[in-house]
């Protein structure tokens, strides 16, 4: 069966910009998850959904925010764009919580 | 805060076992996971215990002791393929929290 998509693979984006992710899950499943990574910070947290409701939220600031549709697509949101903004933007999927998470390839995303 | 401590970076032999550790404190606390990224990869699940022992999936395995806090990932038979960084993370609230991750150096 299919992975997780994410898409696109690369991009630079100016600061002050904006930027939208997308994210298509494995069929049938209905929890998606983001996570930034940088070489500094590790793997951190950044929202949860699960049919269409965000059930948790990481310590991001309002610039981040994220959605997913009825059909279990994601799609997650940067706005104003920083330069500590550049990392690998990575969704995971999965049936649920407690089960494990099959991430995508991820989105490296360069703030220039 | 919530957090969790395992070493930075291991060395091994190939064919040789190896064990990497993780001890957590985090306010929530359903499962342990163990996910292995390669550089310039996503991570990849390899093992969850939501209850304390082992858990054997072919050359790998994993332990959980909750009274202590504490888990670990052991790889047997270790191939050069296996050398990658491997992360423990805390299944919380809808969540996973990372550990930074153990990097596995494997000399042949």
Redesign the interface.
Known sequence: KAGVTQTPRYLIKTRGQQVTLSCSPISGHR?V?W?QQTPGQ????LF?Y?SETQ??K?NFPGRFSGRQFSNSRSEMNVSTLELGDSALY?C?SSLD??????????TRLTVV | GQSLEQPSEVTAVEGAIVQINCTYQTSGFYGLSWYQQHDGGAPTFLSYNALDGLEETGRFSSFLSRSDSYGYLLLQELQMKDSASYFCAVDSNYQLIWGAGTKLIIKP
């Open positions: 929890s998850s996570y590790g793997l951190q947290f949860e699960f059930r948790n990481g990575l995971a919580a407690n089960y494990g998470y099959t991430f995508g390839s991820g």
